[in-house]
């Protein structure tokens, strides 16, 4: 089974940059790893994902903003988030599926807060 903990989440000013990281153990032959976020009475939106291939997939609120990325041990995923917009604030979780022969997220991190003010 996979675990995950994210972290790297905070307050920052529009136009600023963060970077989430999301640590992973356990079974890490995942076919997908995603990023996910959901502000305050919304539903849950895919930010990003990065399949086992390398190939990865933007969400268009995200294009040309932020970048899916792990490490070379696939021991930590990273989401570098650039000109943050208000619009960003959200609750930020790291997402794996459960199947290395299906993309299908099953497991989730607690999340991590971004708020961008303006």
């Known amino acids: 089974q996979v675990h995950l903990v994210e972290s790297g989440g905070g307050s920052v000013q529009a136009g600023g940059a963060l970077r989430l990281s999301c640590q992973v153990s356990g079974n890490t032959d995942s076919k997908c790893m995603g990023w996910f976020r959901q502000a305050p009475g919304k539903g849950r939106e895919e930010v990003a994902r990065i399949m086992r291939s390398n190939e990865r997939t933007y969400g268009d609120a995200v294009k040309g903003r932020f970048t899916i990325s792990q490490d070379s041990a696939k021991n930590f995923l990273y989401l570098d988030m650039n000109s943050l917009e208000p619009e960003d604030t959200a609750m930020y979780f790291c997402?794996?599926?459960?199947?290395?022969?299906?993309?299908?997220?099953?497991?989730w991190g607690q999340g991590t807060q971004v708020t961008v003010s303006s």
């Open positions: 997402a794996a599926s459960s199947y290395g022969y299906r993309c299908e997220f099953g497991v």
